[in-house]
Each structure stands twice: as structure tokens, then as C-alpha cells.
């Protein structure tokens, strides 16, 4: 167990909908990164944030946001789905000397 | 875009024999880390060495890195069935920082 929560582990929404990730990070760390994993792109940094404020941003669709909370959690929100949003979604956190991977939430959009 | 590739996509050995994978990168680095991840579930981090370091062991893993080829390889001595996962090389450009460029990763089969 990497310390880093994902909800929900699987989603399936339909094409143009709205959905929210959720990540805690684990205790203490202030950063946390989003990464997308899918089978043509492989795995793609998204963004990240630091203590509430956004530190550097990827690949990063304009469809898709996301935010940290003061409690340190995350939440990425990807919206106007479509089917190559189907994908491994990642958030990571670390407190510097290495990062420690969730579980993952996948997402199928139909 | 992705920075790494790691050679083979695929590899297939028996239970005891040892398993290298490796990865070239494009351009600078701080430091390269590798990565396993199980059958789609979460990444765990193996290794991480940096751009002054040749060499790094940790337990039956040993990795090498040679930045005027930007290159790494990761040797897994005699293996397990439970190494048996998908293993990538991720490239940092920045101590400190996880924004990290991935390879696309090999996959690693273990026969018992």
C-alpha cells in the first residue's frame, strides 16, 4: 500500500459527460502529480500541485482541470468526454526522494 | 511525448535466470528512475539514479546509466514468478521534481 487513495477505482460514463478524481496524497506530502495512462499514448504527466497552487502542467487537455484542496487532496475533472479519454488515470505524491503511486482510477468512456 | 524506450517491449525467461531491460532517453536529465507496475495496478518505484552515478544496486536489481549514450539498463538477477509485471524507465529533468517522462515499458514474463 503506496499511502496514496484513488476514488472510484473504475468509472463508465457515457461520451460528453463531466467527471471528477479524487486523490489523497499520503500524510504530509504537499505535492501531488496526475498522470494518464493509456494503450496509444502510454503514460503521460499531467499536472501537478504544491501546497495547494499548480507547479507545472503536461499534456494537460483544456477539457480537463484540476485542483488541490487545503486538506491536500486532489481532484482532476475531465469534462466533455470522449472515447480516446479512456484511460489509467494516476495521481502520485511525494515528499522529494521518491514518488509513491495510487492505485489508479480507470475510466471508460462509451 | 514520450522520452524513453525501453528494449525489449517483451521478454519472457525462467524462474532463476536473470532479466535486462533497457531504456534510452533524448535529453538531459537529472536523474532516471525505473518503475514496476503489476497488471495495470499502481506503479511502484524500484530504483532511482542520478546523472553523476554509474551504478546503483538494491537487492537482486542493479541498474546501470550512461548519460553520453542516454542510457540506463535495469539487470533483475535471479528472477522470480513474482517479478512478473511491466517495467518502465521514467526520466526526471530536475532533482526533486515527478514530472516525469515515461518509456513505454517492457513486459516481463517470469515461467516458474
Known amino acids: 500500500d503506496s499511502g496514496v487513495t484513488q476514488t472510484p477505482k473504475h468509472l463508465i460514463t457515457a461520451t460528453g459527460q463531466r467527471v471528477t478524481l479524487r486523490c489523497s496524497p499520503r500524510s504530509g506530502d504537499l505535492s501531488v502529480y496526475w498522470y494518464q495512462q493509456s494503450l496509444d499514448q502510454g503514460l503521460q504527466f499531467l499536472i501537478q500541485?504544491?501546497?495547494?497552487?499548480?507547479?507545472a502542467k503536461g499534456n494537460i487537455l483544456e477539457r480537463f482541470s484540476a485542483q488541490q484542496f487545503p486538506d491536500l487532496h486532489s481532484e482532476l475533472n475531465l469534462s466533455s468526454l470522449e472515447l480516446g479519454d479512456s484511460a489509467l488515470y494516476f495521481c502520485a505524491s511525494s515528499p522529494g526522494a521518491e514518488a509513491f503511486f495510487g492505485q489508479g482510477t480507470r475510466l471508460t468512456v462509451v | 511525448s514520450q522520452q524513453g524506450e525501453e528494449d525489449p517491449q517483451a521478454l519472457s525467461i525462467q524462474e532463476g535466470e536473470n532479466a535486462t531491460m533497457n531504456c534510452s532517453y533524448k535529453t538531459s536529465i537529472n536523474n532516471l528512475q525505473w518503475y514496476r507496475q503489476n497488471s495495470g495496478r499502481g506503479l511502484v518505484h524500484l530504483i532511482l539514479?542520478?546523472?553523476?552515478?554509474r551504478e546503483k544496486h538494491s537487492g537482486r536489481l542493479r541498474v546501470t546509466l550512461d548519460t553520453s549514450k542516454k542510457s540506463s539498463s535495469l539487470l533483475i538477477t535471479a528472477s522470480r514468478a513474482a517479478d512478473t509485471a511491466s517495467y518502465f524507465c521514467?526520466?526526471?529533468?530536475?532533482?526533486?521534481?515527478?514530472?516525469?517522462?515515461f518509456g513505454k515499458g517492457t513486459k516481463l514474463s517470469v515461467i516458474p
Open positions: 539514479i542520478r546523472s553523476n552515478e
Open positions: 500541485y504544491y501546497n495547494g497552487e499548480e507547479r
Open positions: 521514467a526520466t526526471a529533468p530536475w532533482a526533486g521534481s515527478y514530472q516525469l517522462t
